[in-house]
């Protein structure tokens, strides 16, 4: 987020004093993306399954014989 970027560019100019406070957000961000990337990995395997799903239904009525 913009908010956060501002923030560590601020710590940034201010030199090597923030170095922990600037570690610290670096680090709360990695977390944030590690638990987005859980989130996308699930809903990921949801659609893959439901994908799967759908191909099994369409594969089953082509090979169910056509009443003429």
């Known amino acids: 987020p913009i908010e956060v970027l501002k923030k560590y560019m601020q710590l940034l100019s201010k030199g090597d004093q ?25 809903a990921r395997q949801k659609l893959e399954y439901k994908i799967e799903l759908y191909d099994k239904q369409l594969l089953e009525q082509k090979l169910q014989p056509k009443n003429k």
């Open 18 to 42: 923030t170095l922990k406070e600037r570690r610290e957000i670096l680090e709360t961000q990695l977390h944030i993306i590690e638990s987005q990337l859980t989130e996308l990995q699930k």
